[in-house]
């Protein structure tokens, strides 16, 4: 089931009770269950069923196990050297984790619904404690993008918002995509996790399209994912630049910048 704006547990929260008219009660809200599984030295979140929703490699627990999230990194070939950083959707914590450990004078944020997701990822995937470089918020994160006191505060944002059925973000309207915007500051970027075959994709770049300045789709991983960068104001490095860029990110981060370049490239021709 897909759902355009709020999260399923969320809706469901906000219904009265029946038997009820009024709305000063509120049901207890329902998640879909948290779920482990393990193979081959990897470990596996799901929501219940069989998607995976995050993974990490027991023996690199601080690094970026599936492709995608990977892509998630595609921003740095336009900044290195972020302040602060927000995560929607917590997962397995993967991207947290490492931007975390990658930026330790930098500021991480993550925003995550479910509290048993934020205490899993504490009990079985490595995440931190909170301290002055990691702030972890149990809210929707509609809520936490309309919220005006994050207005202008990121350098990046990762939108990773999926249910139990992993085939298209609950967040995908113009007004979700434009609430992201304005938490960005004035040079800011967006990676966003999209399904390419689902008809979810489309809905989600157009939406994209109609508040950002450029828009970049890199290739599809082998499971399906297609990794969307959102600038908030168009970049203009030649390919040059970029792929000096890459390089550098290669070196420093691990990470196989140099299949993002042409992807890119042709986005912001």
Not at 65 to 85: C, D, G, T
């Amino acid at each position: 089931m897909l759902l355009k704006r709020k999260s399923i547990e969320r809706d469901e929260s906000l219904r009265p009770p029946a038997g009820t008219t009024g709305k000063t009660k509120k049901r207890k809200i329902k998640y879909a269950p948290v779920t482990l599984s393990e193979q081959s030295g990897v470990r596996y979140l799901h929501f219940g069923t069989e998607w995976i929703q995050g993974a990490m490699r027991l023996r690199k627990p601080n690094g970026l196990e599936l492709e995608y999230s990977r892509k998630m990194m595609s921003w740095l070939l336009f900044n290195r050297n972020p302040r602060v950083i927000c995560q929607l959707g917590l997962g397995a914590g993967s991207l947290t984790k490492f931007c975390y450990c990658q930026f330790p004078d930098a500021l991480t944020v993550a925003v995550e619904l479910n509290p048993e997701v934020i205490s899993v990822c504490k009990s079985m995937f490595g995440l931190p404690e909170e301290d002055e470089h990691l702030q972890i918020f149990e809210m929707d994160a509609m809520d936490f993008v309309n919220d005006e006191n994050n207005f202008g505060i990121f350098d990046v944002m990762h939108s990773d918002l999926y249910d139990a059925t992993a085939r298209g973000p609950v967040l995908d309207t113009p007004e979700f995509y434009a609430a992201c915007r304005q938490c960005l500051v004035s040079d800011g970027m967006m990676t966003v996790n999209l399904f390419g075959d689902h008809p979810s994709f489309e809905r989600n770049l157009s939406a994209m399209r109609k508040v950002f300045d450029a828009v970049a789709c890199l290739s599809p991983t082998a499971e399906g994912n297609v990794i969307a960068l959102a600038f908030k104001k168009r970049p203009e490095p030649d390919n040059d630049e970029l792929r000096r860029r890459a390089e550098i990110v290669r070196e420093k981060f691990g990470l196989p910048a140099k299949k993002w370049v042409k992807d890119i490239r042709k986005a912001l021709a």
